[in-house]
């Protein structure tokens, strides 16, 4: 897979997780673990990204 096919996928993945939390945020019952897990998924995704980028 080439470099930019591959920050493609990340960018979606990135985006999914986004909406992911999103909707978890709006649930008065949201699993506290849950968000953090998708939000260190998001943040590691951000850094791979990133990293790719430079």
């Known amino acids: 897979m080439s ?5 493609e996928e990340l960018s ?3 985006k999914a997780l986004e909406d992911q939390i999103k909707v ?3 649930q ?5 673990l ?11 995704i951000k850094d791979e990204l990133h ?3 430079d």
């Open 51 to 53: 990293a790719l980028s």
């Open 24 to 26: 978890q945020q709006k």
């Open 28 to 32: 008065p019952a949201t699993d506290a």
């Open 34 to 44: 849950h968000l953090t897990e998708l939000k260190r998924r998001k943040l590691k």
């Open 3 to 7: 470099i930019q096919g591959r920050i």
């Open 12 to 14: 979606s993945k990135h």
